[in-house]
């Protein structure tokens, strides 16, 4: 089964940046769609970040202009770059592919917090 290691999250003040990555363990090819959930305390996982196999980018609206997905295949990595951090932000991110395959493994994932 495919596994992914995320890393980069941590404890940052409000406005604050962070760049999480995922490496996965299959090949990545240019044809696999990726995305990077989260979960809040409390609350369901979310879609938060998508990158198309075309290269094209979607996001929340809560993220829009302060997320930036991207990926390097050959390194069979997926980035999220985090720039003005807000308090509801704080969650443990995943990434996985999108869509996530009902019965597909997922992560640790890495705990952002996001607190003065």
Known sequence: QVQFVESGGGLVQPGGSLRLSCLISQSMTSLI???????????????????????????????????????????????????????EDTAVYYCNHFPWAPGGSWGQGTQVSVSS
């Open 33 to 87: 769609n990726m995305a990077w959930y989260r979960q809040a305390p409390g609350k369901q996982r979310e879609l938060v970040a998508v990158i198309l196999s075309s290269g094209s980018s979607n996001y929340d609206d809560s993220v829009k202009g302060r997320f930036t997905i991207s990926r390097d295949n050959a390194k069979k990595m997926v980035y999220l770059q985090m720039s003005n951090l807000k308090p």
